[in-house]
């Protein structure tokens, strides 16, 4: 069991403390425990995967930098919010394609849903300063960090 986090997309064992998402005991469990949502047979896996888009979060020197994939999404269609002052919001819509009388599907892949991801910034992070830019589908929001005041050290000069 790996507790370095992975660039690969695997999973990794990581605890982080800024999270707001709700572990669950059992969610590798056969049965459906008290924290997982309903399952329900009329929402297709793609949807679901939509649904829980990932998103990477890395720190620099500078700040916090988050990165999604969402192919196929205008910037129109995504917004990114800051709630209670220190949580950032990350959300948006997939719509399905609307469905002709004569046309005949044969198979649908593609994604189509809400997400919404939310993340609890340290007290460092300039809420007030917050970037967000998107290109070839990927969203990158840029959270700029303050700067860490180094303590003034005095020497004291020794007697004796």
Do not use: Y
């Not at 790996?2 to 056969?30: A, C, H």
């Not at 649904?51 to 192919?71: M, N, Q, S």
């Not at 819509?93 to 198979?107: L, Y």
Request: proline letters at 6%.
């Amino acid at each position: 069991m790996s507790l370095v986090p992975s660039v690969f997309g695997r999973r990794s064992n990581v605890f982080d403390p800024f999270s707001l998402d709700l572990w669950d005991p059992f969610k590798d469990w056969p049965f459906n425990s008290a924290l997982s949502a309903p399952v329900r047979s009329d929402l297709s896996n793609e949807t679901s995967q939509f649904a829980a888009t990932r998103i990477d979060w890395k720190e620099t020197p500078e700040g916090h930098v988050f990165k999604a994939d969402l192919p196929g999404l205008k910037k129109e269609e995504v917004k990114v919010e800051v709630e209670e002052g220190n949580i950032l919001q990350i959300s948006g819509e997939r719509s399905r394609d609307k469905e002709e009388k004569n046309d005949t599907w044969h198979r649908i892949e593609r994604s189509s849903g809400k997400f919404l991801r939310r993340f609890r910034m340290p007290e460092n992070a300039k809420m007030d300063q917050i970037k967000a830019s998107m290109e070839n589908g990927v969203l990158t929001v840029t959270v700029p960090k303050e700067e860490v005041k180094k303590p003034d050290v005095k020497a004291i000069e020794i007697s004796g």
